[in-house]
């Protein structure tokens, strides 16, 4: 009589090559769902749970960083010594195939608990002493675990404690601005700043400053503390930076690009360099860009410099869905980046241009965003930039506002005569403005 084998419930390869993945390319822990219990090797475990600790704390994750955290909690010898550390870093593979590994781990960790959940019940059935009623429970409970998706609904009690965690605190320290401030007084007064898992689309006509708002949002909200990340698709990096040296220092581009800077001028170019280079701020001017590649650059950022935000100019120059028509790549990117910005809890700027319709209308709507109308659909934050019958002024509209009490509201920004730089107004107007052509 043949019998079959029993699999075994757990892959050695795979919880090492998560672990050392994990070790080199740290910026995938965030994206990965993998717990200290979905792990059968218990060395590793520990390892795991020294990674969640770092990344909870903002510390740098590395094999020496690891190394350290182990020993401080007194578990280094357990996992085997840094002479461990060092075999599961040398053996992974490729950390690209980290996700492949962390789905790989979790399903065996089910199965174990599903196998284990069968064994208890077999007892319980051949065990004629036994209370069956009295031992369902247990069973049932555990079978609702094991079966438990990854994003269940969880009891609204769960998110009632945070919103009240929230409450109380913003209560102790009532602001204005509760978000990220931007920079642009009115801005910050109607949203309450850029909020952290949310997105705002930025659009209107060519020439309106679309890009030049955006960067200079970004650059005002790591001057004041916040990092995050530009991703300029549109132009290079050393253009972005151009024209923020013309608008602060006050020297035109076309000087600055020509060489023709005076003695007066050249001291005020390298004053604002040098404070530049002290902002958390960080740029990616790579155009191949995909939303995968951003999901993946945001996660290690995130994990070794804490950012908050990032800017994407502009949506539609991302790589994803190429040969699909218009409407579907549109809706594609616009998903792709609406989960990037709630899975990683991050805010998001994105700079998106109008369809023929829009460059005609009045004043846009959400209609007139170019592509996909999933796009309005996924947005948090909608902000049409249109012109205005009074020289030098720039009108916005919001288009859409999540949460906002008047979601038509409008502001105006002011631009600076020669320079690339919009300045504030500090003016609401609550209604949409009459004078926009």
Not at 42 to 58: F, K, P
Not at 352 to 359: E, I, Q, V
Request: net charge negative; hydrophobic share 40%; charged share 25%.
């Amino acid at each position: 009589m043949s019998t079959t084998k029993q699999p075994e419930l757990f892959n050695l390869e795979a919880e090492e090559a998560l672990v050392g993945s994990v070790i080199i390319n740290p910026g995938i822990f965030p994206t990965l769902s993998v717990l200290p219990e979905h792990f059968k090797i218990h060395r590793l475990r520990y390892i795991w749970e020294a990674i969640i600790r770092l990344y909870s704390s903002q510390t740098p994750i590395d094999y020496i960083t690891v190394s350290d955290e182990l020993n401080r909690v007194g578990k280094l010898q357990d996992v085997g010594g840094n002479s461990y550390l060092a075999q599961i870093v040398n053996v992974v593979p490729s950390s690209l195939n980290a996700e492949g590994y962390a789905k790989t781990i979790i399903d065996l960790s089910k199965r174990r608990t599903w196998n284990l959940l069968a064994t208890k019940i077999a007892k319980i059935a051949i065990d004629l002493e036994s209370d069956m009623e009295k031992s369902a429970g247990d069973v049932i409970d555990g079978l609702l675990q094991a079966a438990a998706i990854e994003g269940g609904a969880s009891h609204i009690k769960k998110y009632m404690e945070k919103v009240l965690e929230e409450t109380l605190a913003r209560r102790a320290d009532p602001q204005d601005i509760w978000g990220i401030p931007t920079g642009f007084i009115d801005f910050d007064r109607i949203t309450g700043g850029l909020q952290q898992s949310e997105i705002l689309f930025i659009s209107g006509e060519p020439g309106m400053g679309k890009s030049i708002m955006a960067a200079q949002m970004g650059k005002q909200m790591a001057q004041a503390g916040h990092p995050g990340v530009i991703y300029s698709l549109e132009m290079p990096a050393s253009q972005v930076i151009r024209r923020w040296l013309s608008a602060d220092s006050e020297v035109t581009t076309r000087n600055i690009k020509s060489g023709r800077v005076s003695d007066r001028e050249m001291p005020k170019i390298l004053k604002q360099i040098e404070e530049y280079e002290q902002y958390p701020l960080y740029i990616s001017d790579w155009p191949m860009m995909t939303t995968a590649g951003v999901r993946a650059d945001l996660s290690r950022m995130k994990a070794q410099y804490g950012v908050e935000w990032f800017v994407l100019d502009y949506a539609y120059l991302l790589r994803d869905g190429e040969g699909l028509s218009e409407n579907d790549r549109t809706g594609l990117i616009s998903s792709r980046l609406k989960s990037i910005c709630r899975s990683l809890n991050m805010a998001g700027i994105v700079i998106h241009s109008l369809n023929k319709m829009g460059m005609n209308a009045r004043i846009p709507t959400g209609d007139n965003l170019r592509g996909s109308g999933q796009m309005f659909y996924d947005t948090d934050l909608i902000l049409f930039l249109i012109k205005s019958e009074i020289a030098n002024t720039v009108v916005c509209v919001f288009g859409k506002g999540r949460e906002l009490e008047q979601p038509d509201q409008s502001f105006e920004l002011r631009r600076i005569p020669m320079l690339p730089k919009l300045g504030n107004a500090a003016k609401i107007d609550t209604r949409l403005l009459e004078f926009a052509p």
